[in-house]
């Protein structure tokens, strides 16, 4: 049982403003908030689940605010969602069965890669809205968003990020659009989730909304910059997210603390 002391809850909130910016304009803040709640005292299934109240508190307010900034259209992109949607039910379902420390590292080989290709394709990250040549969406990318969805459904970090590269490489679109139509992606399927954590009672509400409070606000104050700021901005802590991502992945901090220690 989690005794939340008013030192607690203000940490929490804290933590919460901090990732739900980074949230908004990168992704990968569950790797703060997952062992954020487990030292808590949360066990890690229902640190789990209680992370995708403050995933969809974020991801709501992201989506309004963009969308307020005439930023993007949902309808279109709704179809986008779909695939996800199944596949994070799939994932939330089957999140206990998963070998997470072989999922961990063939995410942290990812995130070099995407390292690679940020730097690879600097003016396809750098481009404005008004250079910005959008594609429709390809077969392909309905397929890997269902991927994403299922992945998303077990654990959700860094979901964000892939579904990044995928519209900004393959469907032409610029970083701020871009990080609009991601938080949408995330948004729909992230509620057919929470609900199969609520159902099979994985998720601590008081803690989960309290970290949610926070994301909203890091979330609102997330989107005003990157509008205003531009893509530039966001390509920065978008890596800087990337490398602290494949230096969690890969075992570097763990390896690197071993060596000091």
Not at 7 to 34: D, E, Q, R, Y
Not at 103 to 122: A, D, H, N, Q, S
Not at 187 to 208: K, R, W
């Amino acid at each position: 049982m989690i005794e939340l002391s008013w030192f607690i809850i203000l940490l929490i909130i804290a933590v919460g403003i901090f990732v739900g910016f980074i949230n908004t304009i990168a992704g990968s803040g569950s790797l703060i908030t997952l062992p954020l709640l487990m030292f808590l005292g949360l066990p890690a299934n229902v640190a789990n689940g209680t992370n995708r109240i403050n995933v969809l508190l974020t991801s709501l307010v992201g989506v309004a605010s963009f969308r307020h900034q005439k930023v993007f259209k949902i309808g279109d992109n709704i179809w986008l969602a779909l695939p996800a949607i199944v596949g994070a039910i799939i994932g939330a379902l089957i999140a206990v069965d998963l070998n997470e420390a072989i999922l961990e590292r063939i995410i942290g080989v990812l995130m070099v890669v995407l390292l690679f290709t940020i730097f690879y394709k600097p003016t396809a990250w750098l481009k404005k809205y008004s250079e910005s040549h959008e594609k429709p969406f390809s077969a392909w990318q309905y397929v890997f968003m269902f991927f994403v969805g299922l992945y998303g459904g077990f654990i959700q970090i860094s979901t964000a990020i892939f579904i990044l590269v995928s519209l900004v490489l393959k469907s032409g679109f610029d970083l701020v659009k871009a990080n609009a139509v991601k938080l949408f992606v995330i948004f729909s399927y992230t509620i057919f989730a929470l609900g199969i954590y609520v159902y099979n009672q994985q998720v601590h509400f008081v803690v989960g909304l309290l970290l949610g409070v926070g994301s909203m606000l890091g979330s609102y104050i997330a989107t005003k910059m990157a509008v205003n700021k531009g893509v530039g901005f966001i390509r920065i802590v978008l890596v800087l997210v990337v490398v602290v991502s494949a230096i969690k992945f890969l075992g570097i901090y763990d390896f690197i603390k071993d060596l000091i220690g």
